[in-house]
Each structure stands twice: as structure tokens, then as C-alpha cells.
């Protein structure tokens, strides 16, 4: 019993109301994490939620017609087959000012000083370490 008594309340995930006007674009290679993820966004109600398993995928939807809604993009750090940095760069020289000023958040594995500072140079405007929260994601 008095165990139970040490245990620390569950934090519940507070959304803002302004997540339900914004697109989220998420590319993750493993299909297992593909559902995590996409059941973790779609909890916090956002407007739409579009999870593609590489990046190629995501390039042609980015840039085809019609165009892929994406206020935020989370991209699995070693996407194939494309990696990260590479399509940062490629997203950050796009011809389309609303596609190349997209907020990206890398999702990194084992990230040490030289990959945090690689995805920092690209364009990468947040770095997420794996494992993370929900709460950490929201964040």
C-alpha cells in the first residue's frame, strides 16, 4: 500500500484548440512506429494527419497535384530512400515558398553531436531523440 501512495499522478496531454487547423506530414520507415505515430497524432485532433513510409513518397506528394496539406513535418532521420539531410535540403530549395518554409522536426535514433549539428545545418528546425513521449511530440 504504501507503494501506491509514492506513485506520481498521470499527467493527461493537454491539446491547444489551434491544433485542429494544422496538417501534419510525417515520414517514418518502420511500420511498426508508422502506426505509434499516427495513432499518437491523430489523439491530439489534429486537422489532417498523413503518415508515408519514405521519402520519395513524400516528395512527390509534397509537390504533386493536388498538393499535400503540411503545416509540420516530422521526418524519420534515416528515411529511405532519401535520407534526412538530404531531403532537407532538397525541401529547403524547393520552388514552392509555402513547401520549402515547412517546420521540420527530425526524428533521430542514436544521435550524437555531429548528426544533431548535420540536422541543425539542413534546416531541421527540432530535433526529437528517440524514444519520446507524446508529451515530448506535443511539445
Do not use: Y
Not at 512506429?33 to 494527419?49: A, D, E, K, T
Not at 531541421?124 to 531523440?129: A, I, K, Q, T
Amino acid at each position: 500500500m504504501a507503494l501506491a501512495a509514492t506513485k506520481k499522478p498521470k499527467v493527461k496531454v493537454r491539446r491547444p484548440e489551434d491544433l485542429e487547423r494544422i496538417g501534419i506530414l510525417a515520414v517514418e520507415g518502420m511500420l511498426p512506429m508508422m502506426g505509434i505515430l499516427s495513432g499518437i497524432l491523430r489523439s491530439f485532433r489534429f486537422q489532417s494527419v498523413n503518415v508515408l513510409s519514405n521519402s520519395d513518397e513524400a516528395w512527390a506528394r509534397l509537390n504533386g497535384e493536388p498538393k499535400l496539406r503540411a503545416d509540420i513535418i516530422l521526418l524519420d532521420w534515416n528515411a529511405h530512400p532519401v535520407n534526412g539531410e538530404t531531403f532537407v535540403r532538397q525541401l529547403r530549395r524547393a520552388d514552392n515558398p509555402i513547401v520549402a518554409e515547412t517546420p521540420v522536426i527530425a526524428i533521430i535514433a542514436n544521435a550524437d553531436r555531429d548528426v544533431v549539428f548535420a540536422a541543425r545545418d539542413c534546416g531541421v528546425n527540432v530535433v526529437l531523440l528517440r524514444p519520446f513521449s507524446a508529451a515530448q511530440l506535443l511539445d
